[in-house]
């Protein structure tokens, strides 16, 4: 796995890498991911309408759906994976387009989703120079991993390309403005699944703006703006609700219940639920049970 949140997963298509002549891949779109590094000799790309110089060892992303034309005047030997971040149980079926193929309409339920979905950041084209020699060297090893007839290797090599954009991913967050790595929304995900998990350990809004990498005044003024509710009218339903759940399907008494939700004192556990339904957790379990 390698996003904030989703269904995704590293899927490598195909890999490879050869000395070429003089070559050129004009006029196409891809439904997937390519990462390239020219292990010798210059490439000249165009990626989304933008002309890019790739020196040798240089790398470079070509996002999905985005038009591009690639090459290299004198030759070059790049060093390619084609990959995938969504799952798709199809995946593996999705057709390589060719020159001159720019019309995505055949192969649009394969279309990856870009990078700043994924990620929360979106990435240059070209693979930043104080990471360039780390995807030098780290690219072709993939390849090899890659077509070794060992689902080990296999397994090696998607976790190794995880990693090194990971490693991409981290540099660019922190290249731009403090808190732009991830959205709100993918923060608050985040966060609210961790207070779900641990609700019974006392779980705070301190704990909940932590959990959100926010200090607690932004993440109380972001989360009511956007939920509607405070981080503590959230973490209260979250705790009654779960609360249900265990007097309507448990014989648990009902001081444990209250533990397990966060309240450890069984007198402000029975208070809120009362505030809330009107009778005690007793007379509504015997009720909804």
């Known amino acids: ?20 002549n003089p070559w050129s891949i004009p006029q196409r779109r891809l439904t997937y991911y390519l990462l390239v590094c020219s292990l010798s000799g210059e490439e000249q790309i165009v990626v989304g309408g933008k002309p890019f110089a ?4 240089g790398c470079y992303l070509v996002p999905p759906k985005v038009l591009h034309d690639l090459g290299s005047k004198r ?34 339920r ?29 690219i072709p090893r993939i390849i090899a991993l890659f077509q070794r007839d060992d689902h ?4 090696e090599a998607t976790t190794t390309l995880s990693t090194l954009m990971l ?5 660019e967050s922190k290249r731009r403005t403090p808190g732009a790595g991830f959205d709100l929304e993918s923060r608050f ?36 703006k956007i939920r509607g509710i405070t981080p503590g009218s959230f973490l209260r339903q979250e705790r009654l609700r779960q609360a249900e759940a265990l007097l309507a399907r448990s ?8 533990a397990m939700v966060g309240y450890p004192d069984p007198s402000v556990f029975g208070r809120v639920f009362r505030a809330v339904h009107g009778q005690s957790p007793k007379l509504w379990r015997k009720a909804n049970g």
């Open 1 to 20: 796995m390698l996003a904030t949140s989703g269904p995704y997963c590293i899927f490598i298509h195909g890999g490879g890498d050869g000395a070429r």
């Open 54 to 57: 790739i020196p040798a060892r």
């Open 75 to 108: 030759g070059s030997r790049p060093a390619w994976i084609h990959f995938d971040v969504m799952w798709n149980p199809r995946r593996a079926y999705a057709p390589h387009p060719g020159p001159y193929d720019s019309n995505l309409s055949a192969s649009a």
């Open 110 to 138: 394969f279309i990856q989703p870009p990078p700043e979905e994924v990620w929360g950041v979106d990435l240059p084209v070209v693979v930043p120079k104080p990471l360039q020699e780390i995807f030098a060297q780290t």
């Open 152 to 155: 080990l290797a296999y397994l």
């Open 167 to 171: 490693t991409w991913v981290a540099a």
């Open 189 to 224: 995900a985040r966060a609210e699944l961790q207070a779900r998990q641990s609700l019974g350990a006392g779980f705070s809004v301190t704990d909940f703006a932590r959990a959100a990498n926010l200090s607690r005044t932004q993440f109380t003024v972001q989360y009511t």
């Open 251 to 258: 014989d648990l008494p009902l001081a444990r219940i209250g």
